[in-house]
């Protein structure tokens, strides 16, 4: 019987074919199975464990199917055989027969059966290689003589080894293509064992090509095709033991056809890098890497230096060398770290520079503003004709083309930009003009040593800004700068622009247009926030095309459509927004000059009455933001810190907000509704105390006249705050005060009461023309005397006489009761003393003012305006000038050492102070002796101020000393020389104990009190006559003889006393 492929069997045996011309030539006929190339068709690529099987179909290597032979092969298992028994000599001839049996198929085995079995193994062995190496190349095509050789290192799989385990012995093997022997490489010795995968290397084994035409077939056709047939073929050498017996069999056809998996036109190529950042002034160098795919498990290494020729869309851009070129990692083995990107195995990075040399500038302007503005383009390197340095491989080379795609570069053009100065110039509710100057920051692709000139840049952008409150960014607008000049232009339209090296700015002024489509509400948005805040980012989302003279190039490069992208993350390191710094709320704004000049007249804009005052400020504006603005006319309300509106201003028509300073005059009027005139009071209130307040201007809109609603929306709520200033460090509100009357009560157990009539002259800024009729006033003030506040007291408002004049009035008010409070005992005592003692007095009065003014805003209520002035008190003098007199003195009675005095005084006040001291009591002295004669009490010592106050009953006492006798005797003479009606000085003090008054602010100006008088005689003489009678005869004569003698007399006296007066002698 015969199986499916003719060969015959029967039972357990298999009838195979084999060579019946014994000349070893041929081989059995196909496998009833033949391998097949297995391939993962969801990769598209060999997995790593697939292998590559021989194929046995090859008629050239086995031979025809005709050429064959019988050959019995066991295929069950041996049967146990028996020898059944039999006697002596047919055991012998048994034994013979058997040993000569053995014999033969000794020899069968041995020169039949073996050489059979070493063929049929060797043909039905499968040879994979899962890896092959070229390496060291040598010799040149260009030289014959030289052996072209290379050194190739394999790792084999030697499978579908049986029956026999066997060596095979080292031969040279040649190897065909296309039926031409390429050379021959010398195979090592090695061994193999039956029923396992065998894994061997060779290591290092010299290839020659034998055929350099055949050659250079076969190595295209590894780079070009994806599978190429080798065809190994030898004569072999085989050990291995045959029945138990090691044979070696010689002369064994070798002859293997292995398909190896190849290169397939390295159609996977990926341009990993691409620079031209290392040109230089006279070249454009293009350094790039590719990572190619290699699909194959044979490695080349070296492929030497490799030349290609760059093309774009069919034209030619350059040249570019490999060099040292491999393509070392086959299709299992892990990718070099660059080429991870694309697959973890089996790329391969290959470097290459040349130069940018092209045949057309437009289609190299094209490739570099893809390039440039991050667009891919599709690239290809071709081999040039000389297109390896190593000679063995330039022709395999020819044809290639390593199609690749050049990514654009993620390293932008426009890297930054820095608003220097911006003018917006409203256009319509759709557009507007904008002023630019802006340093754009740029990066030169070609590097630091290759400069570019820009001479015209383009740029549209949209602009956009993102608030923060989580709705994302806005568009503001589209801004569109057109063609603009980065130099000056020569007469032949020659523009010398600005050189970019690396990475430099340039400077970019031009006028532009901006676009909105929602009528510039998102453009107001952005514009309030300018004003409001410090800082703002921008991000601009749009492209710019160049006009740039490369000097390496020598011509100009028409670079268009690359994106201006702000922030950016893709580059490294990342792009930062547009930093556009704010206006800071425009806090920095000065007044540097104001005035209030004037009443508005009734009628003015029709205002009946109380139309309020002119009001026009000169004043600075500081602008920090580089955006400016041209408005035109701004209207605004003028508001206090409260936001309480006090009037109405206007700057314009031709207000233009400029970064930096603006000097601009505001003119209106301060014209409060009547419910905010307590509002404008405080505020008048607070200048005219010279302090600082803050004043804000908010605008309103920008002019009936201007047609453009979003310049309205954004003056609409446009706050200038200010500071605006006091009434000035040399306004005396109060000058020229005086006191026309005052009158001071002091107590002893309260504070002292005080009125007052005043007299000051009111004084307003030079700056405040308009009217201010003060109606009434109310104060609280100090008295300070040498720096000490000594009292403080309260006017509750009382009418004031005010007579208008330039800048401010004269008052005249009546301050009423009012209590001092005593702030400070010492210092009030000390003012009393010297008020006491002294001719005049000079204080400070200081504290605040409450007038109630009318004005043509209305009456304004105003509080606590301060005011200082010193006024002089005419002091008291001891009352010495003129001096005190005493009309009349009385003895109202008497007791032996005490006489008890009624005087009447006469005091003149040259003071305008009238001083209520109560009762006080002063020493009267002998200014002669300077003895106490006594002391006088006078029970309510008040004094109108600026007259004669005369008091009378006034107790006195005379007191006769009985310790001292010169004392008393003193006191005799001035008595004697006051009833014999002499005139004397009297000196009166204030007791230095403090007993002279109960009141302790006026203890220590009592006790320095001195004041002298004169003490007038008895004026009613005690003696009125005396009648004087001759004594007689004898008395007469005694008188003459010894000049003593009584001579009768009669005294008529008289009591002009109150008290009785007794005469105890004469």
């Known amino acids: ?168 012995a080292a031969m040279d093997v040649d190897v065909l293509f296309n039926h031409k022997v390429v050379g021959t490489v010398a195979m090592p010795k090695m061994s193999v064992t039956a029923g396992e995968d065998n894994h061997r290397s060779i290591v290092n084994q010299k290839f020659t090509i034998k055929n350099l035409e055949a050659w250079d077939e076969f190595s295209a056709a590894l780079l070009q095709e994806s599978v190429v047939p080798w065809k190994l073929d030898a004569t072999a050498t085989v050990s291995a033991k045959v029945m138990g017996l090691p044979m070696s069999f010689s002369g064994v056809p070798f002859k293997k056809t292995v398909p190896m998996q190849c290169f397939d036109g390295l159609q996977k190529v990926r341009m990993a890098v691409f620079d031209m950042g290392q040109s230089t002034e006279d070249q454009v160098t293009m350094a790039m890497a590719v990572c190619v795919w290699n699909p194959s498990y044979i490695a080349l290494e070296p492929l030497g230096d490799l030349f290609f020729a760059v093309d774009y869309q069919g034209d030619f851009m350059g040249n570019v060398t490999a060099f040292d070129a491999k ?87 426009v890297t930054s930009m820095d608003f220097n100065h911006v003018m917006i110039t409203p256009v319509d509710d759709d557009g507007l003009v904008m002023t630019l100057n802006a340093s754009v920051g740029m990066t030169n692709p070609l590097g630091v040593n290759s400069p570019l000139r820009i001479d015209t840049i383009d740029v549209t952008s949209g602009m956009l800004y993102d608030r923060g409150d989580g709705a994302g960014p806005g568009m503001v607008g589209t801004v569109y700068s057109g063609a603009t000049n980065l130099g000056p232009v020569d007469d032949d339209g020659t523009v010398h622009g600005q050189w970019v090296s690396g990475s430099d700015d340039v400077e970019m002024e031009t006028d532009c247009t901006m676009t909105f489509d929602d009528k510039g509400a998102f453009l107001t948005t952005f514009t309030k926030d300018l004003i409001a805040l410090d800082m703002l980012e921008l991000q601009l989302d749009g492209s710019t095309a160049c006009d740039a003279y490369c000097e390496a190039l020598g011509y100009d490069l028409d670079i268009h459509d690359i994106p201006v992208v702000l922030p950016n993350d893709y580059p490294t390191p990342p792009l930062g927004p547009v930093l556009v710094p704010g206006m800071s709320g425009l806090s920095d704004v000065e007044i540097i000059t104001y005035s209030l000049p004037s009443d508005v007249p009734a009628g003015t804009d029709g205002c009946t009455s109380l139309c309020g005052v002119y009001l026009e400020v000169n004043a600075r504006i500081g602008n920090p933001s580089p955006f400016g603005m041209v408005i035109g006319t701004l209207n605004a309300i003028m508001q206090t810190a409260d936001g309480v509106t006090l009037g109405h201003v206007s700057v314009g028509p031709d207000f233009t907000l ?173 003012l009393v003393t010297d008020l006491l003692i002294t001719t005049s007095k000079t204080v400070t009065m200081q504290g605040t003012c409450s007038p109630l003014a009318s004005t043509n805003m209305g009456n304004l209520s105003m509080s606590d305006v301060p005011f200082e002035g010193e006024i002089v008190l005419l002091g008291f003098n001891n009352f010495e000038d003129p001096p005190m007199t005493m009309p009349s003195i009385d003895i109202a009675s008497g007791e032996t050492t005490v006489l008890n005095l009624v005087i009447s005084a006469e005091v003149t006040n040259p003071s305008n102070v009238a001083p209520s001291m109560g009762a006080v009591k002063l020493d009267l002295f002998d200014p002669v002796t300077s003895y106490s004669l006594g002391y006088a009490v006078i029970d309510d010592f008040s004094l109108a101020a600026s007259t004669t106050t005369t008091f009378t009953g006034v107790s006195a006492f005379f007191v006769m000393p009985t310790d001292d006798d010169t004392h008393a005797e003193a006191c005799r003479v001035f008595m004697s020389n006051y009833v014999s009606g002499t005139d004397q000085a009297v000196e009166l003090r204030g007791p230095t104990d403090g007993s002279g008054t109960d009141i302790a602010l006026l203890q220590p100006a009592l006790s320095q009190f001195s004041s002298t008088t004169t003490m007038p005689g008895l004026t009613e003489k005690l003696l009125v006559s005396a009648t004087m009678h001759l004594p007689g005869a004898v008395d007469l004569a005694l008188c003459v003889f010894n000049q003593k003698c009584e001579v009768p007399t009669e005294l008529h006296v008289q009591n002009p006393m109150s008290a009785d007066i007794t005469m105890s002698s004469a």
């Open 1 to 168: 019987m015969e199986d499916s492929n003719g060969a015959e069997t029967s039972g357990d045996y298999v009838l195979l074919p084999v060579d019946e011309s014994g000349e070893g030539e041929t081989f059995p006929a196909r496998p009833l199975c033949t391998p097949q190339l297995e391939a993962d068709s969801h990769h598209g690529r060999l997995d790593s464990k697939d292998m590559f099987h021989t194929d046995f179909t090859d008629p050239d290597l086995y031979g025809a199917e005709g050429d064959k032979a019988g050959l019995l092969t066991a295929t069950a298992a041996e049967e146990k055989k028996v020898f059944c028994g039999m006697n002596k000599s047919r055991a012998n001839w048994c034994m013979s027969v058997t040993f000569l049996l053995f014999v033969t198929l000794s020899l069968v085995g041995t020169f039949v059966i073996g050489p059979a079995l070493a063929r049929k193994e060797i043909s039905n062995t499968d040879v994979t290689f899962l890896k092959v190496n070229m390496t060291h190349p040598e010799g040149d095509t260009a030289d014959p003589t030289q052996p072209m050789t290379f050194l190739m290192s394999a790792d084999l799989l030697i499978t579908n080894v049986a029956p026999l385990d066997g060596d095979l």
């Open 327 to 413: 393509m070392h990692v086959t299709t299992t083995e892990q990718s070099p770290q660059l080429c991870q990107q694309y697959g973890a195995t089996g790329w391969n990075a290959i470097s290459m520079t040349g130069n940018l040399d092209p045949d057309s500038h437009e289609k190299a302007d094209e490739l570099v503003s893809r390039y440039l503005g991050g667009l891919d383009s599709n690239v290809t390197a071709r081999a040039l004709p000389h297109a390896s340095t190593i000679s063995m491989f330039n022709m395999a080379l020819q044809g290639v083309e390593l199609a690749a795609v050049l990514a654009g570069d993620d390293a932008p053009l």
């Open 658 to 830: 400029v970064p930096g300073d603006n000097f601009v005059t505001l003119s209106g009027t301060m014209a409060p509704a009547a419910t905010d005139l307590d509002a404008a009071a405080d505020f008048m209130s607070t200048y005219l105390s010279n302090i600082a307040q803050t004043a804000v201007v908010v605008g309103t809109d920008a002019g009936e006249d201007n047609t453009v609603q979003w310049i309205h929306d954004v003056v609409d709520g446009l706050e200038l705050a200010t500071t605006f200033p006091g009434a000035g460090d040399d306004l005396e509100l109060m000058t020229d005060i005086t006191i026309d009357t005052m009158d001071m009560a002091l107590t002893a157990d309260a504070d002292p009461v005080m009125s007052a009539t005043l007299e000051a002259r009111m004084n307003l800024p030079e700056e405040v023309g308009f009217p201010l009729n003060v109606i009434s006033s109310g104060m609280k003030f100090q008295m300070v005397d040498e720096g000490v506040a000594c009292a403080n007291a309260t006017v509750a408002p009382v009418p004031v006489d005010y007579v208008a004049g330039t800048n401010g009035g004269q008052i005249t008010l009546s301050t009423g009761d009012m209590t001092l409070s005593v702030l400070d005992e010492d210092a009030m005592s000390s």
